[in-house]
């Protein structure tokens, strides 16, 4: 195998997993939504049936939106690493082809 054959395999894996990654924080993105709708839906639910009026359940949501938009800066800031491990990746790729080619 040459130089840069191992080189183009080591760059397809590590994308590879850098690809798995952003994967797993959109399955995260995704479960978080679900959850943040079924818990409302069921806090509403509960609320409604023992409440006098809806201050409860506004309290609720809106405790659930804060906690929704935390996650989702979470998550944000997640993909902005693995985009940003991605460019290094690439540049550095790059960078090592370049110097095979010209030692060659």
């Given at each position: 195998m040459t130089k840069e054959e191992q080189l183009q395999k080591e760059y397809q894996?590590?994308?590879?997993?850098?690809?798995?990654q952003e994967d797993e924080i959109k399955k995260y993105e995704r479960q978080g939504q679900q959850l943040a709708e079924e818990t409302y839906s069921e806090i509403r639910y509960l609320v409604s049936s023992i409440a006098?009026?809806?201050?409860?359940?506004?309290?609720?949501?809106t405790e659930i939106s804060r906690l929704e938009e935390e996650f989702r800066d979470n998550l944000e800031k997640e993909k902005k690493k693995v985009i940003y491990e991605q460019e290094e990746l690439e540049q550095q790729y790059r960078k090592q082809l370049k110097e095979i080619k010209e030692g060659e």
């Open positions: 894996r590590s994308r590879r997993k850098l690809e798995e006098e009026n809806s201050e409860p359940l506004e309290m609720a949501r």
